[in-house]
Nanobody, 120 residues
Framework: QVQLVESGGGLVQPGGSLRVSCVVSGTIRSMYAMGWYRQAPGKQRELVAIITSGGITSYADSVKGRFAISRDNAENTVNLQMNSLKSEDTAVYYC??????????????WGQGTQVTVSS
């Protein structure tokens, strides 16, 4: 069993900052990429940021320069620091992890999501 538990969502004013975190737990043999996706009402889920096990990062163009992803390999956590937030960043943010388990070399896992609302 693998669990991804997000925390840190909430309501913030435009221009403000918010940090969301995700802890991955369970019987894990190998952790590969970790990241964050988001889904706004009426829109498809989109990639926000991703980080490899070696620390290489990639961001959606819409968040470059404003968001920063980081991970702690020892703790199996991934964080997303969001600065200069805009109303269009409002969405449910989902934690993502690609990992390997005994008998399952590589598979994708998702958290339940945490709501981020940017509004005055």
């Amino acid at each position: 069993q693998v669990q991804l538990v997000e925390s840190g969502g909430g309501l913030v004013q435009p221009g403000g900052s918010l940090r969301v975190s995700c802890v991955v737990s369970g019987t894990i043999r190998s952790m590969y990429a970790m990241g964050w996706y988001r889904q706004a009402p009426g829109k498809q889920r989109e990639l926000v940021a991703i980080i490899t096990s070696g620390g290489i990062t990639s961001y959606a163009d819409s968040v470059k320069g404003r968001f920063a992803i980081s991970r702690d390999n020892a703790e199996n956590t991934v964080n997303l620091q969001m600065n200069s937030l805009k109303s269009e960043d409002t969405a449910v943010y989902y934690c993502y992890a690609r990992l390997g388990r005994l008998g399952i070399p590589r598979d994708d896992y998702w958290g339940q999501g945490t709501q981020v609302t940017v509004s005055s």
